[in-house]
């Protein structure tokens, strides 16, 4: 009898150990918390630093850019002239409406400012690249994105090759591709409302069994996410309001001999996955997406295959943007987008903070 106890004993501890670990890996730790301000990005240096940014989406806001100090404190950066806008002076030294901050494998900040939120006529409304040297802290370069675009584009996201020195970041309004050559400075958009980088009409992203809506329109956005291989040689993009996903080779993208139409062509359809914000690699090329509708995470692997990392959690609320660490750790920033008043006839449904979560991989 006492060794069928012990026995018993021992499965109940295995059991209990197993089921610990499996938690402790899906736990997730709060790196940072705003109550007040909307944040969407979160991006994470060489020493560990930590950035979210906050869009000027609507009151009350703050500052555009900031660096984390603690668990619920924050510093303008890279200064506070550059986090002051009042709506005169020099668009491309001011910050006007953060969209994302990135930090690329050698340890260089890349801001996406989407400019004015109101459409411009004269197609200037301050969008640009930032590029800021985390050494110093300072701005190195400005890259005016206004030849590029219009005055309706948004300027969402982007990711860096360090490698060909170039920059790609997505147009969340029309749908489209802006690629910047970080050393002439020159910027063009391809696939500009092309089928591949719009949103599916016909799709309904939709939170608890109910379809999210808009000015009493399903909410629709154009291409969001997007993510550059760790080999640099294709770039994967999707419309954040459908579960499609593509790639195209960095060097068909590059090609200006061909034309948009050709250029569509050779845009490859991956298959139908999530809804997702924003979307990250890792160093072996699993590549990570949220899920918007079920909220969590899950990975692609290279052999398109689909695995759970965080399973469905409420804390993951709107999961935004993505930065992994060459040491395995996965940061994640929750905007709480659908819980917004424009979605629920003016009254907030926010269910709690605007975090930054960490889990390690």
Known sequence: ????????????FGYTGLFAQQKNFQ???????????????????SSERVFTNYPRWGEPYRYALVEVTG????????????????????????????????????????????????PSQDNDKGQKLVKINLT?????????LAGATDGKSYMNDARIDTQKKLAYITNSNEGGIVIVDLVSGKARQVLNKAKVTQTNPSYQLKRNGKTLLKDGQPFHIQSDGIALS????????KALTDNSLYHISTADLNNESLSEAELEKKVIFDGKFTTTDGMAFDSKGN????????????????????????PANEELAWPDSYHITK???????????????????????????????KIHL
């Open 327 to 357: 040491d395995g750790w996965l940061y994640i920033s929750c905007s709480r987008i659908d819980e917004q008043p424009q979605f629920h006839q003016g009254k907030s449904e926010r269910k709690g903070s605007y975090k930054i979560y």
């Open 71 to 118: 668990a619920k404190t924050s510093v303008p950066f890279p200064n506070k002239s550059w986090n002051e806008w009042n709506g005169t002076g020099d668009k491309m030294q001011h910050f006007l409406c953060v969209q994302a901050v990135v930090i690329d494998d050698q340890n260089t900040m890349w801001v996406v400012d989407a400019g004015s939120t109101q």
């Open 136 to 144: 110093t802290n300072t701005v190195e370069r400005v890259y005016p």
């Open 27 to 45: 736990k997730l730790t709060t790196v940072f918390e705003d109550q007040d301000h909307q944040l969407t990005g979160v991006a994470v240096s």
């Open 230 to 237: 760790p080999d640099g040689q294709q770039l994967y993009f």
């Open 287 to 310: 590549l990570y997406l949220g899920d918007l509708e079920a909220r969590k995470i899950i990975r692609i692997t290279p052999a398109l295959k689909t695995e759970t990392v965080v």
């Open 1 to 12: 009898m006492k060794k069928i106890i012990q026995f018993a004993v021992f499965l109940s």
